[in-house]
């Protein structure tokens, strides 16, 4: 059995990204057509990551594999892949994303920066920019209540005593096979106020 890894997944294939930059030098030379999405990267019993699967379900073997992972496990990213005509992909970027949990024992709504928040089949995915001088801030979910139908959820941001020197970037998907009710209003607090989402599963 897979186990999901909460930590990130960082920057993979730097070796094409090199690649990409040196090549761009030629007049010649064409960007591939780069697709960004979530998913979710699983090792095999080697630790080394043979594919990926995106949230609507199309899973995609990789033409460059990534070696030195746990055995077994899930790693959840944001990633820039290119399709093949093979019908696998190449990665040539990942950006690791939390998978959140339930954090209702000590809820804390320190503010961050919310870009975007979307439903795929499987996960709300979030994107964040925290403000931030390298130090570890710590993420989750807290169900407020359910009523009428409606799973009423805020995130959980625990700023730790990290300094707000400047903004990075944040990726996290709260599964959807967590939350009991197919309606879900989500809250987040911002430096800008309380920002909300409704969506329906």
């Not at 630790?47 to 990789?62: A, K, P, Q, S």
Request: aromatic share 10%.
């Amino acid at each position: 059995m897979k186990r999901i890894i909460h930590t990130s997944l960082m920057m993979a294939s730097t070796a094409l990204v090199l690649a990409i930059t040196a090549c761009s030098e030629s007049d010649d030379f064409t960007y591939p057509s780069i697709v960004t999405e979530m998913a979710d990267c699983a090792s095999d019993a080697q630790g080394t990551i043979r594919r990926i699967t995106l949230d609507d379900g199309r899973t995609y073997t990789l033409t460059n594999p990534l070696a030195g992972y746990a055995q077994n496990a899930v790693y959840r990213a944001m990633c820039g892949y290119t399709l093949e005509p093979s019908g696998s992909a190449t990665l040539y970027q990942t950006m690791g994303a939390y998978v959140l949990r339930d954090s209702a024992d000590a809820p804390l709504h320190h503010p961050t920066n919310a870009e975007s928040a979307w439903i795929t089949p499987r996960y709300i995915n979030l994107h964040l920019r925290p403000k931030t001088y390298g130090g570890r801030q710590y993420w989750g979910y807290v169900t407020d209540s359910i009523k009428g139908g409606t799973a009423y959820l805020s995130i959980h941001h625990n700023q730790c005593g990290d300094p707000l020197a400047y903004s990075t970037t944040v990726y996290a998907s709260i599964p959807l096979d967590s939350i009991p009710t197919g309606s879900i209003h989500l809250s987040i607090h911002t430096f800008d106020g309380v920002k909300t989402w409704t969506f329906r599963k």
